[in-house]
C-alpha cells in the first residue's frame, strides 16, 4: 500500500454498516481505531458495548470485545482492567444506557478511578429502541415518549455528564467534543488519543463525550440533523475540556 494513502484502519473490520444513514457512529469508531492503530495497542486492547446502538461493536472494532448488560459496561470494563493490568480497557456507551440505567455504574467508575476509557456518545436520544426520551433529551425535543417535547416540570432538565463526572476526584480526563465537522473531528480524535494514553501511563479514569446526531430517530435529514446539534446541543453541552490531571499538574508546579 501506497505510503499516505487514506485506508481502513487495521482496528476496524471491512464490513458494511448497520448504522442509519448520516450517522455519526461510524465516524467516531473510526476515530477509535485510528487511535488504536497509531499507539499500536491493537494486541492489547479489550473493548466493552453494552445494550443500544453499539451492541454490534464486535462486528466493527477489531480487538478483543465484551457484551455487557444493558448500562453495565463500566463494572465490566473494571473486572477486565482488574484481571488485566497491562491491557488497554474501554467502554463505549450512548447517551440512554450511561446516563440513565448506568448512571451509577459509571458514577462510581469514576470515583473510583477505574483506570478506563470511556467513550460517550450523545445524541439526546434513545437511537436503538424506538427514540424515546433520554436523561439528555433537551428541554422541549419532541421524542416517541415526549410527543409534546420534553417537560421540565416533570423530566427535569437534562443531565450534563461531562460536569458532573468533572466534579470528582477519580477523573483524570474528561473532555467533550463533536464530530461535525472536519476541525471538530481532529479534536475530537485529539481528545480521545490523549484519553487512550493517559490510560497508558497508569492515570485515573477518563471520559470523552462526543455529540452525535441522530437523524432516524429526530426525524431530520442528515443536514438538519446537524444544524440541530450547531443550534441547539452545542450551547446546552458546551465543548471543550473539563477534566485534565496534567494540566492541573503544571499549574501546581508553577
Not at 416533570?154 to 463526572?165: C, K, N, Q, Y
Amino acid at each position: 500500500m501506497a505510503e499516505g494513502l487514506f485506508a481502513r484502519p487495521k482496528a476496524l473490520f471491512d464490513i458494511p454498516t448497520h448504522y442509519c444513514p448520516g450517522c455519526h457512529h461510524g465516524i467516531i469508531h473510526r476515530l477509535v481505531a485510528e487511535v488504536i492503530d497509531e499507539l499500536d495497542i491493537q494486541e492489547k486492547t479489550i473493548g466493552v458495548a453494552p445494550v443500544g446502538c453499539s451492541v454490534l461493536a464486535y462486528e466493527y472494532f477489531n480487538v478483543d470485545m465484551m457484551e455487557a448488560a444493558h448500562g453495565r459496561a463500566p463494572a465490566v470494563a473494571t473486572g477486565a482492567k482488574r484481571v488485566h493490568p497491562d491491557a488497554v480497557v474501554f467502554t463505549y456507551q450512548g447517551d440512554g444506557d450511561l446516563a440513565a440505567i448506568g448512571c451509577a455504574e459509571i458514577v462510581h467508575a469514576a470515583a473510583r478511578g477505574e483506570k478506563i476509557t470511556t467513550i460517550f456518545v450523545n445524541n439526546a436520544i434513545y437511537g436503538m429502541t424506538g427514540g424515546q426520551m433520554a436523561p439528555t433529551s433537551l428541554v422541549g425535543q419532541v421524542t416517541s415518549t415526549s410527543p409534546y417535547g420534553r417537560n421540565l416540570e416533570t423530566a427535569g432538565m437534562p443531565i450534563r455528564v461531562s460536569e458532573m463526572l468533572a466534579t470528582l476526584d477519580g477523573p483524570a480526563f474528561i473532555a467533550r467534543v463533536a464530530v461535525n465537522t472536519p476541525a471538530n473531528m481532529n479534536k475530537a480524535k485529539a481528545a480521545i488519543k490523549k484519553a487512550f494514553e493517559l490510560q497508558l501511563s497508569g492515570l485515573g479514569f477518563c471520559l470523552v463525550e462526543v455529540l452525535s446526531i441522530c437523524p432516524t430517530n429526530w426525524g431530520k435529514t442528515p443536514l438538519e440533523a446537524v444544524k440541530w446539534l450547531e443550534e441547539k446541543m452545542v450551547p446546552y453541552y458546551p465543548l471543550g475540556v473539563y477534566k485534565d490531571v496534567q494540566e492541573v499538574a503544571k499549574c501546581d508546579t508553577r
